[in-house]
């Protein structure tokens, strides 16, 4: 069983820069892949950054690509790095794990098996 939280969402300008992270407590040991996957108002989740367990790979969709940095600091602990933010990254920002396949950078939303309860990020023009 894996719980996971997010902190560090809020509200910036566009332009500017916010940094969450995502804590996971796991009761038995193991890697996880880790992920970011957001969702605005009206609109499917969508995959936003992805990491292995060792941070290794790392993968990130076409929108965010050079703006938005994934990092891990240890096993449990992932942030996102967010620059140069526009109106349309407004979303709930989710922290997802794969226990499955740790050594991967896991792009597919129905491919996590953990979710924690997301961080609100707010972009204002």
């Not at 609109?43 to 990130?60: D, P, Q």
Request: glycine share 10%; net charge neutral; hydrophobic share 40%.
């Amino acid at each position: 069983q894996v719980e996971l939280v997010e902190s560090g969402g809020g509200l910036v300008q566009a332009g500017g820069s916010l940094r969450p992270s995502c804590t996971a407590s796991l009761l038995t040991s193991r890697n996880l892949a880790m992920g970011w996957v957001r969702q605005s108002p009206g609109k499917v989740r969508e995959f936003v950054a992805a990491i292995s367990w060792n941070g290794g790979s790392t993968l990130y969709s076409g929108p965010v690509k050079d703006r938005f940095a994934i990092s891990r600091a240890n096993a449990s602990t992932m942030f996102l790095r967010m620059n140069s933010l526009r109106p349309e990254d407004t979303a709930v920002y989710y922290c997802a794990a794969d226990i499955h396949r740790p050594w991967m950078a896991v792009a597919g939303v129905e491919d996590y098996d953990y979710w924690g309860p997301g961080t609100q990020v707010t972009v204002s023009s």
